[in-house]
């Protein structure tokens, strides 16, 4: 557990430099406020012609590294940046970016940067988890040393939870909550057709068949085969523990869905495997149907 004098060896290092005498790696140029320009959509004329400037939310651009590396940090910035990370601090993520713009940059000049630890926060607790705010703030100057911009930047340094994340919520909207709601009180309803009685599934707005909007419910038996199946290894996303096999599951009734397959190891899972419905519950708001090999049922998850 982080105490005071950790803390007080974090702040220490407010003030020191993070970056000194950092050169852009190209000078102001056209063909980078172009494709600025372009990727954003912005028409500015102020960025075109004989003698543009650069857009001035372009400051950030003239000091990264791009994929031939960053000027080199500090020995400060770096000791502290491994200060959090033995103090179990090791996922980072920008939070927040604050340009100041003095004056406008021009074709040709070249930018330099110096940039300070301006501050380092106590331990805070966040959605992502505890960790310190750490701020630095850059000055950018041309190579008269005249200041054209200041730009403050923040990072979390936090310590990732142990424990899986939660499992990507379902994307619920008007079209589909009736199953959701069905699927809360562990029943999969398939949508049916009320004009031509046919079944689809996933849910939407209209009948692959006939066209008509019209619909009721039919609740599915619970009884399937393994149609079609995969098991992932690679690559991992985060809510996930792989190996897991995804099966794409024929249902009795005729309808396919996907899901996963459950109480048997991923390697024993077999097209044509009959399977049983289930409801599982990954967490307090979120329960979703599953299958289970028939020969297993009520083994272990
Ligand atoms: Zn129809």
Known sequence: MPDDSHEARLKAYEGLPATVAGL????VNAPMIRH?????GDTNPAYTGPDPIAPPTMLQVWTMGGLSGHPPRTDAYEQLLALLDESGCTAVVA???????VRPLRLGERVTFDSVIESVSPRKSTKLGAGHFVTTRTELRVQSGELVGTHRFRILKYAPPQRL????RPVINRDNSPFWEGVRSHRLLLQRCTACTALRFPWLPGCADCGSPDWDTLEASGEGTVYSYVVMHHPPFPAFDPPYAVALVELAEGVRLVSNVI???CDKVRIGMPVTLEFRAYDDELTLPVFRPQESAGGPA
């Open 95 to 101: 939070t927040d970016s604050e340009q100041e713009y």
């Open 263 to 265: 109480g048997v190891p």
């Open 36 to 40: 600025w320009c372009e990727a954003l």
């Open 24 to 27: 852009a790696k190209d000078p």
């Open 165 to 168: 994340p939660d499992r990507p």
